[in-house]
C-alpha cells in the first residue's frame, strides 16, 4: 500500500471520532470507583465509630492524605495521557502527599509520649491494610488504564505509575472509613507501603499495556 | 488540523499530504541513525501516519502541534527500530533539524514515495482489507465504495476504522515478538 493511499483511507475514516479524553477519564475513572465503593459497602463497611471521629483531627487527616495522592495522581495521569505533554508542575503536585504526611508525624511526635509511638504504628490492622488497599485500587486502576489506552502517554510506565497513584490514593480513602488506626505514624507505614505496591504495579503493568 | 477535527475530510487529507514529506524526513533520519535499512523509513512513516489518525482526538487544539507530532514520530520510530532488536536513541533534536533544514536533495525520498508499504495488510480479515482498499487504493468515496461493495455506508465505514485499528495493533504485535 502506498503512503499516499493510506492518506485517502484515512482521510476516508475522518467520520469516526474518538471519544474526548475528559469523557474517557470521566467514564472509565467513574465505573471503576463504582466497583470499589460497591465492594466496600458490601464487604467492610465504615467502622462503628466513624460518625463519632469526626471530630477527630487524625481521624479527618487520613483523609486529607489519601485524598492529596489521588488527587495528585489523578492530575499527573491525566497530563501524561497525551503525546508531548508537559507534566512538570503536575509532578511537583506528587510531592505534597509526603509532605503533608512527613508534617503530620512530626506533630504527632510534638503530642505523644514517645512509649506509644511503637504502638501507634504497629497498629491493630496492618495486614489488612496492606491486602485492602490493593485490592480496592484494582478497579479504578482498570479503568484509568482503559482511560490512558484511550489516549497516548509517551511513556506507558509514568502513565502508568501516576494511574496506581492515583487509584491507591481513593483506595486508601475507602479504606481509612474503615480502618481503626489514625495515627499519622500508621499511615506513614502501611498507607505508604500499600500505595507504593500499587504504584510498582502500576509502573510494571503501564510498560506493558499502556503503548499504543 | 482543527478543521480536519471538525469534520472536513477534505482538509483532513489535505493536512495529512503536507505533513508526509516532513515525517518521512524524521523517519529518514532516525532510520539512518540507528542503522535502520532506508526501505523501513517508508513502513515506520505509514504507522506513524496511522497514529497520528487513531490518536488525533489526543491533541490539545490549544497547544502547537509540531510538539504532539513529533511525539507521535518518536514512538513510532522507538517501535520500528525495536523490531529490528536495536537500542535506540532518539533525539528530539531530530525533529528541529529536519524542521529547519530545506527540502534537501529528495531524490531518496521520491524514491521512497513510490514504495509499497503496510505489508501486515495482508493479515487483516477479507472484509477489511477490502473496505482499506476501496477507498484507498481505488480512491473511491465511501459512498461509492459502498455502492461497488454492496454494503451500507455505515458498515463501510465500520470496516474501515476497524481494518485501520487492526493495522495499528498488527504494528504493535510485531514489535512485541
Known amino acids: ?212 | 488540523m482543527r478543521a480536519a477535527l471538525a469534520g472536513d475530510a477534505v482538509a483532513y487529507k489535505r493536512l495529512l499530504t503536507a505533513l508526509t514529506p516532513f515525517l518521512r524526513r524524521v523517519c529518514l533520519k532516525a532510520c539512518a541513525r540507528n542503522g535502520i535499512a532506508t526501505g523501513e523509513a517508508e513502513d515506520a512513516l505509514q504507522e506513524t501516519l496511522l497514529a497520528v489518525h487513531l490518536k488525533r482526538h489526543t491533541w490539545d487544539a490549544s497547544q502547537p502541534l509540531t510538539p504532539w507530532l513529533a511525539a507521535i514520530a518518536r514512538n513510532k520510530m522507538i517501535d520500528a527500530a525495536r523490531r529490528r532488536g536495536r537500542r535506540v536513541e532518539i533525539d528530539i533534536a531530530d525533529f528541529e533539524n529536519v524542521l529547519a533544514a530545506p527540502g534537501g536533495d529528495g531524490a531518496a525520498e521520491r524514491e521512497l514515495e513510490r514504495q509499497d508499504a503496510l505489508r501486515l495488510l495482508d493479515q487483516l480479515s477479507p472484509k477489511q482489507r477490502e473496505a482499506i482498499e476501496a477507498v484507498s487504493i481505488r480512491g473511491e468515496s465511501l459512498r461509492e465504495a459502498a455502492q461497488t461493495l454492496g454494503v451500507s455506508e455505515g458498515a463501510l465505514r465500520v470496516s474501515v476504522h476497524r481494518g485501520l485499528k487492526s493495522l495499528a495493533d498488527l504494528y504493535r504485535k510485531a514489535t512485541e515478538r
Open chain 1, 1 to 212: 500500500m502506498k503512503t499516499e493511499d493510506l492518506i485517502a483511507a484515512l482521510a476516508a475514516d475522518n467520520e469516526t471520532r474518538a471519544a474526548p479524553m475528559s469523557r474517557a477519564f470521566a467514564l472509565d475513572l467513574g465505573a471503576g470507583f463504582i466497583v470499589s465503593v460497591a465492594f466496600f459497602f458490601a464487604a467492610l463497611g465504615v467502622r462503628d465509630t466513624f460518625f463519632a471521629s469526626l471530630g477527630d483531627p487524625r481521624f479527618l487527616f487520613k483523609f486529607v492524605f489519601s485524598l492529596s495522592m489521588a488527587a495528585s495522581g489523578f492530575v499527573l495521569a491525566w497530563r501524561l495521557a497525551r503525546p508531548a505533554a508537559d507534566a512538570r508542575r503536575a509532578l511537583k503536585a506528587v510531592a505534597i502527599a509526603p509532605a503533608l504526611i512527613v508534617a503530620a508525624c512530626v506533630a504527632e511526635m510534638a503530642v505523644t509520649p514517645s512509649s506509644l509511638w511503637a504502638e501507634r504504628m504497629i497498629g491493630h490492622n496492618a495486614v489488612h491494610c496492606l491486602t485492602l488497599i490493593p485490592l480496592m485500587a484494582l478497579a479504578p486502576l482498570i479503568g484509568l488504564f482503559a482511560a490512558l489506552r484511550h489516549g497516548a502517554p509517551g511513556d506507558g510506565r509514568h502513565a502508568g505509575a501516576a494511574a496506581a497513584l492515583a487509584s491507591a490514593g481513593l483506595s486508601a480513602t475507602l479504606y481509612a472509613m474503615n480502618c481503626a488506626d489514625d495515627s499519622p505514624f500508621f499511615l506513614a507505614v502501611w498507607y505508604v507501603i500499600a500505595a507504593a505496591i500499587v504504584v510498582i504495579a502500576g509502573w510494571l503493568a503501564g510498560g506493558r499495556w499502556l503503548r499504543w
